[in-house]
């Protein structure tokens, strides 16, 4: 399990703030119609029980879009993921086919309103540490290209970063030749929900990429538990 940390002018910003991050090793593949089919009727349970404008008032998106504004970035202009793929489907836009592992890391972030880092773990260089996004600082948002991230959580390791809410970083995202995972759940509102997110994560690895060596760590900044999934 690559170590990850939490830095003080995160945590002075978002004090509720726990990291559930999974590692394991997988077999991704380019679509799976069983998968797509949970997917599906995700999609459809959205769309009949949620309003637009009540999106980002739901307390794991509203509590993201806060930490946003604390460390000083527009959530409207930069959403969190979660937001943004919830905003698809109830504009009737559907959901990006990209392979088993990114579609799987969409579907629960759509289920659990958390923004997740889902990463190549051997392209991550050294440790992670969660800090604040600096002006100038170069990150390519995948699918995004250049993206400012200043003001925005960001995770980086020897080389720069590699993850925020609003998107991973191209440098490290996953790809066909993906074997090693690394998973992070950010719970900006707090601990409660992420032990449920992860077990319905870890599910679905096992189910769809056959999902072995599976660890888990729930992290703040001053404690860090091995959990089982």
């Given at each position: 399990?690559?170590?990850?940390?939490?830095?003080?002018?995160?945590?002075?910003?978002?004090?509720?703030?726990?990291?559930?991050?999974?590692?394991?090793?997988?077999?991704?593949?380019?679509?799976?119609?069983?998968?797509?089919?949970?997917?599906?009727?995700?999609?459809?349970?959205?769309?009949?029980?949620?309003?637009?404008?009540?999106?980002?008032?739901?307390?794991?998106?509203?509590?993201?879009?806060?930490?946003?504004?604390?460390?000083?970035?527009?959530?409207n202009r930069y959403r969190p993921s979660?937001?943004?793929?919830?905003?698809?489907?109830?504009?009737?836009?559907?959901?990006y086919k990209v392979d088993t592992l990114v579609d799987l890391i969409n579907l629960v972030s759509i289920k659990s309103g958390y923004s997740i880092g889902g990463f190549d773990a051997g392209k991550i260089d050294g440790n992670l540490i969660l800090?604040?996004?600096?002006?100038?600082?170069?990150y390519h948002g995948i699918?995004?290209?250049?993206?400012?991230?200043?003001?925005?959580?960001?995770?980086?390791?020897?080389v720069g970063g590699i993850g925020t809410p609003t998107s991973d970083e191209e440098r490290t995202k996953i790809e066909m030749t993906t074997k090693s995972l690394l998973m992070i759940i950010n719970g900006y509102a707090g601990k409660e929900g992420l032990i449920e997110a992860g077990s319905y994560a870890a599910n679905l690895l096992k189910r769809y990429v056959s999902a072995i060596k599976i660890e888990s760590e729930l992290i703040s900044l001053n404690n860090r538990v091995k959990i089982v999934l």
């Open positions: 399990m690559i170590q990850i940390s939490i830095s003080e002018e995160i945590t002075l910003a978002c004090p509720d703030l726990h990291v559930l991050a999974i590692a394991c090793e997988v077999r991704n593949t380019e679509s799976d119609p069983l998968l797509w089919e949970e997917i599906n009727q995700m999609e459809s349970i959205v769309s009949s029980t949620t309003k637009l404008e009540e999106i980002n008032k739901w307390l794991p998106i509203l509590a993201t879009r806060q930490a946003y504004k604390k460390l000083g970035k527009d959530p979660a937001e943004a793929l919830r905003r698809r489907i109830l504009r009737g836009l559907g959901l800090g604040v996004g600096k002006e100038g600082e170069m699918g995004r290209g250049e993206l400012n991230i200043a003001g925005l959580p960001v995770y980086r390791d020897n």
